[in-house]
């Protein structure tokens, strides 16, 4: 089951807490209530601490989220993956594909 709770730090930052599994059954949730709650900030952390699982559909949802965000010129980062949702993202090169700056905490090559 997946579920998120979003912490408004100032008027314009917020963190999104991630708990579950980002499969394709959260697409929907994601799709209807946290790109909307998320896109009216400037700045907002996307928390993986408690996230054990994500599959394509979610990997997909949220590379589509990151991007929307981003043209609407909101800072988006990706914080606190654990090992095994780290792995699969790094398996199929997500920090590289949506880019450095929303991977803080991932050391790249080449640095």
Not at 18 to 33: N, Q, R
Not at 35 to 44: D, R
């Amino acid at each position: 089951m997946f579920e998120y709770q979003i912490i408004i730090h100032e008027e314009d930052k917020a963190t999104a807490l991630l708990k579950g599994d980002i499969d394709i059954e959260a697409t929907e949730m994601m799709e209807e209530e946290l790109l909307s709650a998320l896109e009216k900030f400037q700045e907002v952390e996307l928390h993986f601490k408690d996230v054990l699982f994500v599959d394509s559909t979610g990997i997909g949802l949220l590379m589509n989220h990151v991007r929307e965000l981003c043209e609407q010129k909101v800072k988006v980062t990706i914080i606190q993956l654990s090992e095994d949702v780290y792995q699969v993202f790094d398996l199929l090169q997500i920090p590289e594909i949506l880019g450095r700056e929303v991977f803080p905490e991932i050391l790249f090559q080449n640095d």
